[in-house]
């Protein structure tokens, strides 16, 4: 994911400080890794360096000195681009599930254990967003990012269903060469 183009999709919506930002990212994205306040910082600072971002002022209200930020019309430009860009299905299987079974098949593991073990929390994980998508008042972004964890996880249940079948065959196949 794109820090630098979801901070310029949260300053479309009007000029933030970036606690702001941070405070609305991770309410956006609550299935997505929280982004640390550095990071939201260091990136605003790229943005304006860029000419994406500037500077629209700063405040205090009574505390810390707060810098507003706002997207430009570059940034405007930029953010389209982006958002119209076909995002390319994954080249290469990166999966950890994936490597380690392959481990243990080529180790003399025991990957059928492996794959019960990680059905039972890929289930336990299921449960909990399952929860979390119909709870009352739950958001639409929340909804919207436990269903696209739900389904990714169904297809890791999938491929480890049909991983279980082989086994004997691919552990066989180890074994001759």
Request: hydrophobic share 40%; proline share 5%.
């Amino acid at each position: 994911m794109s820090t630098r183009h979801i901070l310029l999709g949260l300053l479309a919506g009007g000029p933030s400080h970036g606690y702001d930002l941070k405070r609305r990212h991770d309410d956006h994205f609550p299935q997505a890794r929280p982004l640390a306040y550095g990071q939201v910082y260091t990136t605003l600072q790229r943005l304006v360096r860029d000419g994406l971002a500037e500077v629209e002022g700063t405040d205090s209200d009574g505390g810390p000195e707060r810098t507003l930020y706002r997207i430009t019309a570059e940034g405007s430009r930029e953010l389209a681009a982006w958002a119209g860009e076909i995002t390319p299905p994954a080249p290469f299987v990166t999966n950890e599930i994936f490597a380690k079974v392959v481990v243990a098949i080529l180790t003399g593991g025991d990957p059928a254990a492996h794959l019960r073990a990680q059905r039972a929390a890929h289930m336990e994980r299921m449960r909990e967003l399952t929860a979390v998508k119909t709870a009352p008042g739950a958001d639409l972004t929340t909804v919207l990012s436990a269903d696209y964890a739900l389904n990714h996880l169904d297809a890791d249940l999938r491929w480890m269903t049909t991983t279980q079948a082989r086994l004997t065959n691919l552990t066989a196949e180890v074994d001759r060469a």
